[in-house]
């Protein structure tokens, strides 16, 4: 059963924007931990930026720091990723995650940009940057 669905994804030119949403409404608790990552054709899945629901405090991969946002709506129902200044090495399929614990923290739903690993995902939606 699919409780994360993407969209807003595209085709852009380098340098262009765009807003990726992701209906997270089963997911309003304070200890839930929110993310975004993608997967290049041929890498590995990395993580892009995560939030922590107790808190919305979050965390961004280095590649991505100053140019993406991660937010959610007032209602807690709608996770987004606000990319700006979008490059080439910025396509890939991105994917919302979602996992739910009692025991989360900042610290561990920060980690998981690191390590990749949650729950709940998404069926992903493509980023196309041109040149």
């Known amino acids: 059963q699919v409780r994360l669905v993407e969209s807003g994804g595209g085709s852009v030119q380098a340098g262009g924007s765009l807003r990726l949403s992701c209906d997270a409404s089963?997911?309003?608790?304070?200890?839930?931990?929110l993310g975004w990552f993608r997967q290049a054709a041929g890498k590995e899945r990395e993580g892009v930026a995560t939030?922590?629901?107790?808190?919305?405090?979050?965390t961004y991969a280095a590649a991505v720091k100053g140019r993406f946002t991660i937010s959610r709506d007032n209602a807690k129902t709608t996770l987004y990723l606000q990319m700006n200044n979008l490059q080439p090495a910025d396509t890939a399929m991105y994917y919302c995650a979602a996992e739910v614990d009692v025991f989360m923290s900042p610290n561990r739903c920060a980690g998981k940009v690191m390590l990749g690993v949650m729950k709940d995902w998404g069926q992903g939606t493509q980023v196309t940057v041109s040149s």
């Open positions: 939030l922590y629901a107790g808190s919305s405090a979050t």
């Open positions: 089963a997911y309003t608790h304070d200890y839930a931990c």
